[in-house]
């Protein structure tokens, strides 16, 4: 049977099924925190660490929880950690409702949460291969569904569903979140078990860690990988950072207007994460990738010079959409090349660059605007995103694609016996 024909398997739905529902609750979640913590104070610097709490453990754990997550079961991991964020923001829910809640409360929350999120995430990340037989068809049609799911329900359904839970009460929203996680852990619990990658040599977890990085930075194709995420949220938060205010200064757009503009981003997103599989497989995934990243570029090019609403929402579509693709094809792809065993490590790692470039866009989209003016990041990220897409044309190009799918091909099939033999710590040799 080719992977044309094939099938996903009924796990996959009971996966996308949990992780639809625990999306919708990190959308609702996503909203109300910060509502929560307005409620609380006005002070801007004690907003932003609840904000920031919930990206630090990325940024102190991402190679130690990659590394955790490779000893450990992935689906057992999955549901402990849904467990365990159920009863978590039962805390908060309980302090809201005897009106003891507090921002250093709401904080942990969101820092717990966050290590909650990179545990289940990475764990998913290395669950997904084994599932679908590191196929790289179905891995590419099963992350477009994720995507797609992720998306509709934490860009779309959640935040507006948390902001009208709020209204009925402080505690509603907390609790709609932990029933969705508890919902998802019921679901991973009957998720069909997987072989464990064959365990290596007792080494230290800093070791190990150490060793997942040192994989992906010595392997070029996973190395051109991992650079359009971290490059690019450089820009994007650049762009995030004065979006609200370039919309009202330069563009003449209300509060309303402005919630329209990032709804047409979700949407391109979307669109995107659907049409990806079809773009991997008419280009190719190496010049699929190149192409999207180019499309980012010029779409944020476009919007800088954007004379009205319309051509503004249009450029942010666009961009969504290559976002949307890139973020399909790109983790489909790592999922088919790299050996089980090393999984978490290499998708923590990946994340973790990501996670720490965030807080550098930030910046220097404050900077550019208060120093030259409100376009200037907007030209910056731009410029940005086109030269890494110049730079990263060749790491991750067709060729070099094709390579890694025939290495990876006699270790990953979904019927070779030799999909349960132990790889070599070293990166492959595709340089």
Do not use: K
Not at 45 to 64: K, N, R, Y
Not at 88 to 101: C, G, K, Q, R
Not at 193 to 212: D, F, H, K, M, Y
């Amino acid at each position: 049977m080719t992977t044309l024909t094939r099938r996903l398997p009924s796990g996959f739905g009971r996966l996308w099924t949990a992780q639809t529902i625990s999306s919708l609750g990190d959308g609702v979640s996503h909203a109300a925190l910060p509502l929560l913590a307005l409620t609380l104070t006005r002070d801007p610097m004690a907003l932003a660490v609840v904000t920031a709490a919930g990206t630090l453990p990325w940024l102190l754990f991402g190679l130690l929880g990659g590394a955790l997550v490779d000893r450990w079961d992935r689906r057992r991991t999955m549901w402990v950690a849904d467990t365990a964020r159920t009863v978590l923001l039962a805390i908060p829910a309980a302090a809201a409702a005897f009106d003891v809640l507090s921002i250093p409360l709401l904080a942990a929350v969101a820092f717990l949460l966050g290590l909650g999120g990179l545990f289940f995430d990475t764990a998913v990340t290395a669950y997904l291969p084994d599932l679908l037989g590191r196929d790289p068809a179905l891995l590419e049609r099963a992350n477009s569904r994720l995507r797609g799911a992720q998306t509709a329900m934490s860009g779309f359904a959640g935040p507006p569903a948390g902001s009208a839970l709020l209204a009925l009460g402080r505690a509603v929203p907390l609790l709609t979140d932990a029933v969705s996680f508890m919902l998802s852990a019921l679901l991973v619990r009957t998720l069909p078990a997987t072989p464990r990658p064959t365990p290596e040599v007792r080494e230290s977890l800093i070791r190990q860690s150490r060793a997942g990085a040192s994989y992906v930075f010595r392997d070029r194709l996973l190395l051109g990988l991992a650079l359009r995420p971290a490059v690019g949220n450089i820009a994007f938060l650049a762009v995030e950072t004065v979006l609200a205010l370039f919309a009202h200064d330069r563009l003449g757009i209300d509060t309303y207007g402005y919630g329209l503009l990032l709804t047409a981003e979700a949407t391109g997103g979307l669109l995107g994460a659907g049409i990806a599989s079809y773009l991997g497989r008419r280009l190719g995934t190496g010049t699929a990738l190149t192409c999207t990243a180019a499309l980012e570029g010029l779409a944020i090019l476009a919007l800088a010079a954007a004379p009205n609403p319309y051509v503004a929402g249009l450029a942010l579509a666009v961009c969504g959409a290559g976002m949307g693709a890139t973020m399909v094809l790109g983790p489909s792809l790592r999922q088919a090349i790299v050996p089980a065993h090393l999984m978490g490590r290499v998708a923590s790692t990946s994340r973790m660059l990501a996670m720490c470039a965030a807080p550098i866009g930030a910046f220097l989209g404050g900077w550019l605007a208060t120093t030259y003016d409100i376009r200037t990041p907007l030209y910056a990220a731009a410029g940005l995103l086109l030269a890494m897409t110049a730079v990263t044309a060749s790491m991750t190009s067709n060729r070099r694609v094709q390579a890694a799918l025939r290495a990876a091909a006699p270790a990953s099939g979904p019927d070779h016996p030799a999909s349960q033999e132990p790889a070599q710590e070293s990166a492959p040799d595709v340089l």
